[in-house]
Nanobody, 124 residues
Framework: QVQLVESGGGLVQAGGSLRVSCAASGGTFSAYAMAWFRQAPGNEREFVAG????????YYADSVKGRFTVSRDNAKNTVYLQMNNLKPEDTAIYYC?????????????????WGQGTQVTVSS
């Protein structure tokens, strides 16, 4: 079973950048599709970005396309989310998720491993 730990959240002004990381342990990281989700107060958890097991395929929610970049380093068992041109509406807890699969998914229900989340707050 893989365990996931996010880090790198914080407070940033609108227009700024932040990178969050997710370190995995306890499993064969390169066998997992990875994704980032976020959840703002009162909202459902929503898909942000995903990356397949090899890192060759990435996919994004329309709301972050062109601003966020997901990447992974299988040698370091880590997945990253680089967030640029941040907006106040990006404020949320960001969660890392994993599923052992060669496919990729955008639904919360398709992932069976989750981190504890890291808070990202964007001030206007």
């Amino acid at each position: 079973q893989v365990q996931l730990v996010e880090s790198g959240g914080g407070l940033v002004q609108a227009g700024g950048s932040l990178r969050v990381s997710c370190a995995a342990s306890g499993g064969t990281f390169s066998a997992y599709a990875m994704a980032w989700f976020r959840q703002a107060p009162g909202n459902e958890r929503e898909f942000v970005a995903g990356i397949n097991f090899s890192g060759r395929s990435t996919y994004y929610a329309d709301s972050v396309k062109g601003r966020f970049t997901v990447s992974r380093d299988n040698a370091k068992n880590t997945v990253y989310l680089q967030m640029n041109n941040l907006k106040p509406e990006d404020t949320a807890i960001y969660y890392c998720a994993a599923v052992m699969s060669p496919l990729h998914y955008t639904d919360v229900a398709d992932y069976n491993h989750w981190g504890q989340g890291t808070q990202v707050t964007v001030s206007s």
